[in-house]
């Protein structure tokens, strides 16, 4: 198992204004001002090693929190997580990154963020502007580059940390479908050596195309997990119907270890 949690529920605290959050800490019989608001509730799920997982929801439903707990950005308000191996993620564009830096200097520092020695992102360094494809802006501030440009260096430096989890959140779809198809590539690279890849994407069509897994949020409940053909069929439902029809009842088992669309 890669990846497995165990009623993982995150909870948030909103103020209609930023007085009642000091009305609520200073009460003397403590009152509360605000309400909770449930990102994630009771989200159970084993993730076997080796799976391209599609995470598919509207927005909101609670994808990117999931996968901000999975790489240990966020921590659950309750639950238990446990992820077998080195993580490296892409969870919004431009984190972990100094725009005032080049996009050279910027490998180096998220490298280091990513557990690399500075002697192994040198050894890299060659492979991974090759990669990223930016010509001389590799070596000129990332303030100055586009979306596409950045999430070009982002994605290229988390691939080449060699992570035996790679997640990756939306940000693929700020890029150029030539770049996109290489990501993919790179994709079906990792799945043969036996990585697992969790990516977010609304693009319903790439999850059976490239995954063996789905997974269907909504309103913070895990909805359905498994085959990646019913899981954006599903999706296809909710954004078409706003809700399903009827609840699933049971959550479809995954595929074999190894197996692929």
């Not at 993982?8 to 800490?25: G, Q």
């Not at 989200?43 to 929801?57: A, C, D, M, N, R």
């Not at 994407?201 to 789905?214: E, I, K, L």
Request: glycine share 10%; aromatic share 6%.
């Amino acid at each position: 198992i890669a990846i497995k949690t165990e009623n993982i529920s995150k909870v948030y605290r909103l103020f209609a204004c930023r007085s009642d959050r000091i009305r609520e800490a200073l009460h003397p019989f403590r009152r509360t001002y605000h309400r909770q608001f449930w990102a994630l509730r009771d989200i159970s799920l084993e993730i076997p090693k080796g799976h391209t997982v599609g995470v598919l929801g509207m927005n909101g439903s609670g994808k990117s929190t999931l996968l901000q707990i999975i790489s240990s950005v966020l921590q659950p308000s309750a639950g238990t997580i446990r992820v077998n191996g080195k993580v490296s993620a892409l969870l919004e564009l431009g984190a972990g990154f100094n725009p005032h830096l080049t996009g050279r200097e910027n490998v180096i520092l998220n490298g280091t963020i990513l557990g690399l020695s500075r002697a192994q992102i040198l050894e890299r360094m060659e492979e991974i502007q090759a990669f990223a494809d930016i010509g001389e802006f590799f070596d000129q501030p990332m303030n100055t580059y586009s979306s596409g440009m950045f999430m070009r260096v982002a994605f290229s430096t988390a691939i080449h940390v060699d992570p035996e989890v790679l997640i990756i959140d939306e940000v693929l779809s700020v890029g150029d479908a030539k770049f996109q198809e290489k990501c993919f590539r790179r994709f079906r690279g990792f799945q043969e050596a036996g990585k697992t890849i969790l990516f977010v994407t609304h693009d319903r069509s790439a999850v059976p195309r490239h995954c063996n897994m789905g997974m269907l949020l909504h309103k913070g409940e895990l909805l359905e997990v498994g085959d990646p053909g019913r899981v954006a069929d599903l999706d296809g439902e909710i954004l078409a119907l706003g809700a399903l029809r009827r609840r699933t009842g049971t959550r479809s088992l995954p595929l074999p270890a190894g197996a692929h669309p």
